[in-house]
T-cell receptor, first 112, second 112 residues
Framework: QKEVEQNSGPLSVPEGAIASLNCTYS??????FFWYRQYSGKSPELIMS????GDKEDGRFTAQLNKASQYVSLLIRDSQPSDSATYLC????????????FGKGTSLLVTP | GAVVSQHPSWVICKSGTSVKIECRSL??????MFWYRQFPKQSLMLMAT?????????EQGVEKDKFLINHASLTLSTLTVTSAHPEDSSFYIC????????FGQGTRLTVV
């Protein structure tokens, strides 16, 4: 079973702080990695994608990938209350077609 | 604007009836679409891969005779939940594989 693991949280951070979200995956053949944000009752929206080892920055978001450790993370700088949501880590494997394998998500709460 | 349009956004039906959910790709020709299901506080679980002009591929444990998928054109896939039961109540989401994944708005199905 190919698994994607996330701490369910909730992760609570004060406004303006850095939120750090982590994800591990079991399939070493995984090639593409995604972070989605999902508000309650809504469908996921793509925040970041990352394909190679290292860091990728986009505005307040930084994705980090370490394939040797099978670990991917998302940092949110200057966290805002509007960032409060569930963050889903998703992995695409080489032999899964184009379907994504999702973690259960980490609930983030940014307190004013 | 939306890349994938899903309809309806919510539906309530009586046990034993059937419900059809439509998923339209607005900007891409989608030979493949995915159908996911999400129970409360759970992750998105892939149900099936919809293939234009051919049979859908179902994930293990998903009844193909209960969840009928039709992908008659490059822009439209439909999921019909037949003889719905309360345990089918869930959030159903479709997606297309381009650029990670673009998701529809989701359909909240409640079977009473």
């Amino acid at each position: 079973q190919k698994e994607v693991e996330q701490n369910s949280g909730p992760l609570s951070v004060p406004e303006g702080a850095i939120a750090s979200l982590n994800c591990t995956y079991s399939d070493r053949g995984s090639q593409s990695f995604f972070w989605y944000r999902q508000y309650s009752g809504k469908s996921p929206e793509l925040i970041m994608s990352i394909y190679s080892n290292g860091d990728k920055e986009d505005g307040r978001f930084t994705a980090q990938l370490n394939k040797a450790s099978q670990y991917v993370s998302l940092l949110i700088r200057d966290s805002q209350p509007s960032d409060s949501a569930t963050y889903l880590c998703a992995v695409k494997s080489s032999n899964s077609g184009y379907a994504l394998n999702f973690g259960k998500g980490t609930s983030l709460l940014v307190t004013p | 604007g939306a890349v994938v349009s899903q309809h309806p956004s919510w539906v309530i039906c009586k046990s034993g009836t059937s419900v059809k959910i439509e998923c339209r790709s607005l900007d891409f020709q989608a030979t493949t679409m995915f159908w996911y299901r999400q129970f409360p506080k759970q992750s998105l679980m892939l149900m099936a891969t919809s293939n234009e002009g051919s049979k859908a591929t179902y994930e293990q444990g998903v009844e193909k005779d209960k969840f009928l998928i039709n992908h008659a054109s490059l822009t439209l896939s439909t999921l019909t939940v037949t003889s719905a039961h309360p345990e089918d109540s869930s959030f159903y989401i479709c997606s297309i594989p381009q650029a990670g994944a673009f998701f529809g708005q989701g359909t909240r199905l409640t079977v009473v």
